[in-house]
């Protein structure tokens, strides 16, 4: 043995020790970014269509079954793994990277969604099965080591980047760049960590053709994803305008919901500006009064010192309670700070709800009212329930037994609350629902509903501490009222044979029917 041998065989055990740790470190890698499409896929889906459930269902249901075949179809590459995973890796960042894209165009320009979902799902679930056995060439080729052993390095660093992925896209990705360009910077990082690899430690087992084919391709790779980068703005601008029939004004999208503001004329003449979330209308400046003085006033007939509004972000009910001079205190509890910010900052929005939150009398809370309420020890003389459409698991838990009996236990003696209960013409099983889960938490409602032209035919159920029906009644101390009269609401008890109550089951936390009813009868709306 030379003098030198020592010191060489210390270099070359570096040498490899250097070489799986950046295997390792790019399995880490590309398992992140795998995790992040398929968060990106669940959270369009839960936006564009609702029900986060069913949504998250699908996705990982196809993704894993298709993981699986791609895992069995790497078998045959074993023979070029680094060419192999070069190419799985550059196919995943185009795929995964433009994805979002793919899908809010085929929603906004097309009938469908749900087909494409599932064929972006299948292809990327395909590439990412293929991954770990052209990983576990490599790095079989970098140091022969045990089976069971190389499959456990191989999954620590999978976990790992599981993790990572998982809590950067809601903590980073998605609320500093959005879906679209979260998207494209995690195929941007696909694209690195597989060439990076596979040039770096596995240049020699590629032909000089094969690196030249590489490089090009790498290249047009990396254009692709800049060129989208850049282009993300005016997509993102042409593909909400190809959704909404007005131009739009404003738009935001949140760690919680896409907001859009629409504005144009209404037929009579007058400013028509319309707030949407999630693509579902909240109202319109032409009616919108039709729906509020009808959700506000009959429930502070009643008392009405201390009132409490769950929802209602943009100000409207809460417009409507302040024209009450003895009413004290109002409190709002909103989930999404955007909404309420928009309604103290957007002009339009200001002026129509009279600048309401920034009364003194008005205190805002942007949490979410299903949490807010289990910690409060108050009671309120009147609480209005202004969700949104419970089409998505966040919402359906505040259209469930258990939240109507938390809300109804903070009703002062007398108090009244009022829930809006979609409409009882297009989404009968739905407002019945609401009904029959009143009925659950101790209630004897009593269902009345309006004409809102925006909305169609449009229902709120009313309920009295205590649990008996209460009275429907207004009083004139809120001053005149646009279009509510005794004689209307005396009418708006009377519902026609194709609305007439049905004998629906409750929804409660643990079986949300109302979801599955929601997305059913409102697909045509």
């Not at 929603?107 to 087909?115: E, K, M, V």
């Not at 009644?473 to 026609?496: H, K, W, Y």
């Amino acid at each position: 043995m030379t003098a030198d041998a020592a010191p060489q065989t210390t270099l070359s055990a570096r040498r490899v020790r250097l070489a799986r740790f950046g295997l390792l470190a790019t399995a880490f890698a590309v398992s992140a970014c795998g995790l992040v499409y398929e968060l990106a896929l669940i959270t369009l889906g839960a936006y564009l269509v609702g029900n986060t459930a069913k949504q998250a269902s699908i996705v990982l249901a196809i993704m894993v079954f298709a993981m699986g075949l791609g895992a069995l179809a790497a078998k045959p590459l074993r023979r070029w793994p680094a060419l192999a995973f070069a190419a799985v890796e550059l196919a995943l960042a185009l795929l995964g990277g433009f994805s979002v894209m793919l899908l809010y165009a085929a929603f906004a320009w097309t009938d469908l969604y749900s087909l494409p979902l599932v064929a972006v799902a299948a292809a990327i679930g395909l590439l990412i099965g293929a991954e770990i056995p052209l990983l576990m060439e490599l790095l079989q080729r970098i140091r022969e080591q045990a089976a069971g052993a190389a499959v456990a390095d191989l999954n620590a660093a999978d976990y790992l980047g599981g993790l990572i992925g998982g809590l950067a896209f809601p903590f980073v990705l998605l609320p500093f760049f959005g879906q679209i360009q979260g998207a494209l910077i995690v195929g941007a990082v696909n694209a690195v960590a597989g060439v990076l690899l596979v040039f770096v430690l596995f240049r020699r087992d590629l032909s000089k053709l094969a690196r030249q084919l590489l490089a090009v391709v790498s290249a047009a790779t990396a254009l692709l994803l800049v060129a989208a980068f850049a282009y993300t703005a005016k997509f993102e601008t042409d593909a909400r305008q190809a959704l909404y029939s007005a131009p739009i004004v404003y738009t935001e999208d949140t760690q919680y919901q896409q907001i859009v503001m629409t504005e144009s004329a209404s037929p009579f003449g007058e400013q028509d500006l319309r707030l949407y979330l999630n693509g579902d209308l909240q109202f319109s400046s032409v009616d919108e009064y039709r729906y509020h003085e009808a959700l506000v006033h009959p429930a502070l007939a009643g008392p009405r010192r201390d009132v409490l509004v769950l929802g209602g972000g943009d100000g409207l009910a809460v417009r409507e309670i302040l024209r009450y001079g003895d009413v004290e205190t109002v409190t709002l509890v909103d989930l999404d700070g955007a909404v309420t910010d928009l309604a103290r900052n957007f002009d339009d929005l200001v002026a129509l709800n009279g600048d309401a939150l920034d009364d003194p009398r008005v205190t805002v809370v942007n949490e979410d009212a299903f949490t807010w309420l289990r910690q409060q020890t108050g009671t309120w003389d009147a609480i209005v329930v202004d969700m949104p459409d419970p089409d998505a698991t966040e919402t359906a838990k505040l259209y469930s037994t258990e939240f109507y009996a938390l809300a109804g236990d903070r009703l002062a003696e007398g108090g009244r609350m009022v829930v809006q209960g979609g409409s009882p013409y297009f989404a009968p099983k739905t407002y019945w629902t609401i009904d029959a889960t009143l009925e659950d938490a101790g209630y004897d409602a009593t269902p009345y509903w309006v004409s809102v032209p925006s909305f169609g035919d449009w229902g709120y159920l009313l309920v009295q501490a205590g649990g008996e029906a209460p009275v429907l009644g207004l009083d004139a101390a809120a001053g005149p009222f646009r279009s509510l009269t005794p004689e209307l609401l005396d009418a708006a008890q009377v519902f026609p044979p194709d609305r007439a109550d049905r004998d629906m089951p409750p929804s409660t936390l643990m079986h949300p029917v109302i979801l599955d009813l929601v997305e059913s009868e409102w697909q045509h709306y």
